[in-house]
């Protein structure tokens, strides 16, 4: 429910803010400035707003980072809710850290995601407790996030996993609550992540051995606007993009160019 005390102007801003302190875990002055095109001095009264406010335990200004840091506790603001998704959030802190595939999105834990980011962000490795599908078992290992993405259904964090020696793509709604999330520094330079860096062109159309009219109205349920669906992604999504359309499995309705 909207604040009836607010205008609709600086309840956004308040809860913008309140959204980079869920999902980020950290916000500053020059997040607002940056996002609403205000004023410093106006920045500062938002903040103040924001602050008398907020839910106990409120954020702690770190002198050191120049930036409010969210408690591990953080509740926010009574009128809001941390159901949104983050994928604005995340990707907005740099054009470099995010990558996404056209669709929907599934929520994650926001406590954990608070987490990753700050370890991307500060170039720091975490320790997770984290439920692998393969061998079924929870395993504790360290990890050094580099990368947040999307396959369209759910949200990623591309990683190098010190326990395995290679990067990986890890679900943050499969890390465990109860991880220590101890910090450090990464003590060595980490390989190049290749699979990341190296973009894909993908060219989807019907299958060939379709009618004209299942091709139609194939072009339709996949939201063709031309006569192939077309996207450049990183090579490390490109097991997704097989997968979110099952372009192996029987019956499939679309292919690759």
């Known amino acids: 429910m909207i604040d009836p005390t607010l205008k609709p102007a600086m309840f956004a801003r308040l809860v913008y803010l309140d959204q980079c302190l869920t999902w980020r875990g950290q916000v500053n002055r020059k997040d607002l400035i940056d996002r609403f095109g205000i004023s410093s001095p106006q920045a500062a009264i938002d903040f103040r707003e924001y602050l008398e406010r907020v839910a106990e335990p409120k954020p702690k200004y770190d002198t050191v980072r120049k930036c409010y840091l969210a408690d591990n506790k953080h509740r926010g603001l009574p009128f809001t809710h941390e159901a949104d998704s983050?994928?604005?959030?995340?990707?907005?802190?740099?054009?470099?850290?995010?990558?996404?595939?056209?669709?929907?999105?599934?929520?994650?834990?926001?406590?954990?995601?608070?987490?990753?980011?700050?370890?991307?962000?500060?170039?720091?490795?975490?320790?997770?407790?984290?439920?692998?599908?393969?061998?079924?078992?929870?395993?504790?290992?360290?990890?050094?996030?580099?990368?947040?993405?999307?396959?369209?259904?759910?949200?990623?964090?591309?990683?190098?996993?010190?326990?395995?020696?290679?990067?990986?793509?890890?679900?943050?709604?499969?890390?465990?609550?109860?991880?220590?999330?101890?910090?450090?520094?990464?003590?060595?330079?980490?390989?190049?992540?290749?699979d990341w860096e190296e973009l894909v062109y993908i060219r989807l159309r019907p299958r060939v051995d379709l009618t004209d009219e299942q091709k139609a109205a194939v072009r339709l349920e996949y939201g063709f606007t031309e006569d192939v669906l077309s996207f450049q992604i990183r090579r490390s999504l490109e097991f997704y993009v097989e997968r979110r359309w099952g372009l192996n499995r029987p019956g499939a309705r679309l292919e690759r160019c």
């Open 86 to 194: 983050p994928n604005e959030l995340v990707r907005s802190s740099a054009s470099d850290e995010f990558s996404l595939l056209p669709s929907p999105v599934r929520q994650c834990p926001p406590f954990v995601m608070r987490h990753l980011y700050q370890a991307i962000e500060q170039r720091l490795k975490i320790e997770i407790d984290y439920v692998s599908m393969s061998s079924g078992l929870r395993q504790n290992q360290w990890i050094a996030p580099a990368h947040f993405a999307s396959d369209g259904e759910r949200l990623h964090v591309r990683a190098w996993s010190f326990h395995h020696q290679e990067w990986r793509d890890y679900l943050p709604v499969r890390v465990s609550p109860d991880s220590s999330f101890s910090v450090a520094q990464v003590d060595q330079e980490l390989p190049r992540d290749a």
